[in-house]
């Protein structure tokens, strides 16, 4: 069965703390994506990483960066955590299919 | 520029049929994707068009039109499980997603 997981379900951070969100799947897919969620604004697309060692900038990518050091594994780093990323983040991972399939999600405030 | 629009939310009764429409304008086209995504849940997905036409997946169908740039999801026999948002998203290129904001499904008795 296919599986995504990210490492909390709900984050408290303060503003100005460096944050990690952690994102691994099970399916040898080639490809991860990272995006927040928020009320009338819908999915948005942060980064994503088509291999090792590559990222690539999504359309809100401002204040994030990413680190895929290993096929499974797509973190999201919030170098110094504001206010105005208070959301819900959802890591996704796909192969060739086209077929994105999404992790829980973590619903991180900042306070 | 990117533009995905679809309702904020509709209504339907259990056993009736219900059309949720998505309208888009993106720079780039390969295929339309509708995900359902019920409260405090990931998003799951439940279909791909990248030609013109109707395809038909048990009680959800989705029709494309690329030429109008509309798309269509068609629940039939509605359950109140049913009862979620559903997610229009186009795939820009290289599988780089653009949602709309989503459609809020309330199924009642």
């Known amino acids: 069965d296919v599986k995504v997981t990210q490492s909390s379900r709900y984050l408290v951070k303060r503003t100005g703390e460096k944050v990690f969100l952690e994102c691994v799947q099970d399916m040898d897919h080639e490809n991860m994506f990272w995006y927040r969620q928020d009320p009338g604004l819908g999915l948005r697309l942060i980064y994503f990483?088509?291999?090792?060692?590559?990222?690539e900038k999504g359309d809100i990518p401002e204040g994030y960066s990413v680190s895929r050091e290993k096929k499974e594994r797509f973190s999201l780093i919030l170098e110094s955590a504001s206010t105005n990323q208070t959301s819900m983040y959802l890591c996704?991972?796909?192969?060739?299919?086209?077929?994105?399939?999404f992790g829980p999600g973590t619903r991180l405030t900042v306070t | 520029g990117q533009n995905i629009d679809q309702p904020t939310e509709m209504t339907a009764t259990e056993g009736a049929i219900v059309q949720i429409n998505c309208t888009y304008q993106t720079s780039g086209f390969n295929g339309l994707f509708w995900y359902q995504q019920h409260a405090g849940e990931a998003p799951t997905f439940l279909s791909y068009?990248?030609?013109?036409g109707l395809e038909e997946k048990g009680r959800f169908s989705s029709f494309l039109s690329r030429s109008k740039g509309y798309s269509y999801l068609l629940l039939k026999e509605l359950q109140m499980k049913d009862s979620a948002s559903y997610l229009c998203a186009t795939n820009t290129g290289f599988q780089k997603l653009v949602f709309g904001t989503g459609t809020r499904l309330l199924v009642s008795p």
């Open positions: 068009n990248v030609l013109d």
């Open positions: 996704a991972s796909s192969s060739k299919t086209y077929e994105q399939y």
């Open positions: 990483s088509y291999d090792v060692k590559m990222k």
